[in-house]
């Protein structure tokens, strides 16, 4: 296997082309490039879940089981395809895998091996043109406008797959995906509310197609809200975004910038109070032994991007703050010129630290009083300024440039 | 005047001197050491209040004069006393001035003129040996311990007060101090309840000594607390602190971090948000015209300070992160070495950045995979590094350092 035979070169700056710019097609070459499965898919089963929301009524126990398992399969994707298996951030037992896969599947979201594929895409080729789901394509396009159409798969950057090609489960899962889907994705769900307590309408509606609605928009949008909505708290280069309410929505996928910096880590929430029932989940598992080996990145390492980022915040607020004339665009005066322009032209000016201020408006607004600052006018007042009459404070010293409109070019004079 | 003769030079450390460390006197030493009137007023005007309490009912008409009285007598200190004659951080017209200096004078803590001299020397020698009431000696010591003691005229720093001696109104409340001072501070608010509603007992231990010796106290505080409690968001080099606490007990003066920065700014508090009741009145007294040529610093000004406690902050925080081994203090080793390493010993080292790192212990947390790091192993994996292969997120990049073993000392081997 070698990288190399995929692309020349990532682009560096993000492929920054909205849907409209890219070449438009006939209504006959955009209908050709949909998939139909998925398209059916994605249309279909919220119009039968709205179907069945208003012809069936919700029981109690249809209830809960929905919400049961709406978090068993979107956490099969979550904890399972993703950390697991998309970024190797713990190890599992046998069982758990065996869950992971079988309920994962239950999201009717493809087979784990295919998940993964383009998920490590994402994340080498985060917005590019080969990222499957680039969040520079708009909105839409990373929610799950990329599915309804066919991947074209020169486009999409490639990511190595060896260690799940030689995995046997994954293999077993995707090459009975379809069944498997089918059976968890409906038919699981109708039989524990049927033969459970009778409910076999509410089963299928709502714990089968409502739930595979939902948990499917909660998964989606880890790949749409989480690159648009939040702050970027340790890189600022790419879309990826840390947000409390991406998280709600998502089974605790919402901080994704951190994510995308340590995709490795098991946590999506490095923070105590964030909110990531899926690392919560993996800490049980841990706790019982089927999760073990779980990877973290280290405080030190989490904390050069936090600081890192604080660092240019603060960077750009110095920038927007006005601090006089730049040193060596002050034009340079000998001291002669100096006396002249105090003695002969009574002009207000002062050295300090060899910079020549006026200070004609500011003299009478002087905190410490204009028969201080007077004392100084026509001398190097820098001793005087720091310490031999009054120590100025931190905002002294930073009005000072203010007033600069030379430098004095020979040796100070002595005061 | 010429401020030489006072100070050979301000000391520029704080003279960090707790009492007990000072030379110890005798007892009789000491008792002659005591300023009797202040040490009479400050012990004997809470014992009366106490006495007051106890043997006189507060009346709701008597308790709202108070409070008034509380504020007229506190802000004539705060907007008079501290802000217009000490800073000069406005002007007021004739009959705002006469008010102040009454009501000022009613808070019993001496002329104006010889509080602004204490005050400027406070500021000026802000934390030494010559501050007046240096929080370095201790907090009850700033508080009214420096009251209670005799001052020593020539350990106190000297202060330029020019412009109070030439100016009648502070030469004639100096003068008058004592008459003033007992009339506005016990006998007007005992006229003021007794006439207007009969309560003569009540006005003068409530309206008078109590309110004296509330007042008195909040302005301690802002010696005290002020220089102790709370945050230094604008320079951290002495003690004056930002507190809202300080604030509420001090009519609006807790903000005081930025006060010893600005002191001619009107303001304390200089957000929106912050509680400045004296700020208040003076808008108020500029609306109508009487308080006029408000002083302020600029944002911009204000902004650095912020920005320079922002910048050491963040300073302190990258010290506190481990970022390897200094490059300088690295080995550095030739490519001949580097390949000998790697081909005899089957050490697992990578060139990134000229820099050796071995990654024996990383390879197999690699979060993108045993198979890529492999790549890079016995070469210089830069471009790998930085975007042929993967373009590593600042994360990785900082995790590098951590296993930098020495640097590559000839030129660069294309990869
Ligand atoms: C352009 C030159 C100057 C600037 C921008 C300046 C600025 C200031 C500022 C902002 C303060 C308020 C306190 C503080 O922030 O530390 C202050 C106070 C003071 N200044 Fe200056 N100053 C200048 C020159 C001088 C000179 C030449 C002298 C003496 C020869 C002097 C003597 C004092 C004194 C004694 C105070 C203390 C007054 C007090 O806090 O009550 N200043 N000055
Ligand atoms: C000591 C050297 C290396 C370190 C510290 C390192 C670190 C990392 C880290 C932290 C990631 C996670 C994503 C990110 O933060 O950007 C990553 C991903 C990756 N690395 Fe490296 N890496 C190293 C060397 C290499 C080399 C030499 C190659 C290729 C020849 C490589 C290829 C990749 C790829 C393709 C990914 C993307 C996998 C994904 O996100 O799914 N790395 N690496
Ligand atoms: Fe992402
Ligand atoms: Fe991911
Ligand atoms: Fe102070
Ligand atoms: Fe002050």
């Known amino acids: 296997f070698s990288p190399f035979d995929v692309a020349p070169l990532v682009p560096k700056q993000p492929v920054d082309a909205p849907a409209s710019t890219r070449p438009s097609r006939t209504v006959k070459e955009f209908l050709k490039a949909i998939n139909w499965l998925h398209f059916g898919l994605l249309i279909g089963t919220p119009i039968i879940a709205i179907y069945g929301m208003l012809t069936v009524s919700l029981t109690w126990k249809t209830f809960v089981w929905t919400f049961i398992y709406y978090h068993m399969t979107g956490m099969g994707i979550t904890a399972g395809y993703h950390r697991l298996w998309s970024h190797r951030a713990y190890s599992a037992k046998a069982p758990l895998r065996a869950a992971l896969l079988i309920f994962g599947a239950g999201a009717v979201e493809g087979s784990c091996r295919w998940w993964c594929r383009d998920h490590r895409a994402h994340h080498r080729y985060i917005d590019t043109e080969k990222d499957p789901y680039s969040a520079h394509y708009g909105f839409w396009w990373s929610h799950f406008g990329w599915l309804m159409m066919k991947q074209d798969p020169k486009k999409i950057g490639r990511a190595n797959i060896d260690d799940l090609n030689a995995d046997p489960w994954i293999m077993w899962q995707h090459k009975n995906y379809l069944k498997i889907a089918t059976f968890m994705g409906f038919i699981f769900p109708t039989l524990v509310a049927g033969f459970g307590w009778g409910d076999w309408a509410g089963g299928y509606f709502y714990s089968g197609v409502l739930r595979l609605v939902t948990v499917q928009h909660s998964t989606f949008m880890v790949n749409s809200l989480a690159h648009y909505l939040g ?39 490095y923070k105590i109070y964030q909110y990531d029932p899926t690392k919560w989940l993996i800490n049980i598992l841990s706790y019982v032994g089927l999760a073990y080996n779980l990877k973290t990145f280290s405080d030190n390492e989490i904390q050069k991007g936090m600081l890192q980022m604080h660092e240019k915040h603060i960077a750009q607020k110095r920038e927007s703050i006005y601090w006089g004339i730049k040193k060596e665009d002050l034009p340079s005066m000998t001291m002669e010129e100096f006396d002249q322009l105090v003695t002969k032209q009574n002009r207000k000016l002062i050295i300090i630290n060899d910079n020549v201020l006026d200070v004609e408006t500011f003299m009478n607004d002087h905190p410490g009083g204009l028969s201080y600052i007077n004392m100084g006018i026509g001398k190097d007042a820098t001793k005087m300024f720091t310490g031999e009459v009054y120590g100025h404070s931190n905002a002294a010293k930073n009005l000072l440039c203010q007033f600069s409109i030379a430098t004095i070019s020979n040796e100070k004079k002595d005061n």
Chains 1, 2 share one sequence.
Do not use: Q
């Not at 409390?244 to 994510?259: D, I, M, Q, R």
């Open 231 to 269: 702050d970027t708290p340790y890189d600022d280069n790419h879309t990826p975004k840390d947000s409390f309410v991406t998280a709600v929505l998502t089974f605790g996928e919402g901080y994704h910038n951190f994510h995308h910096e340590f995709p490795s880590d098991y946590r999506n929430a």
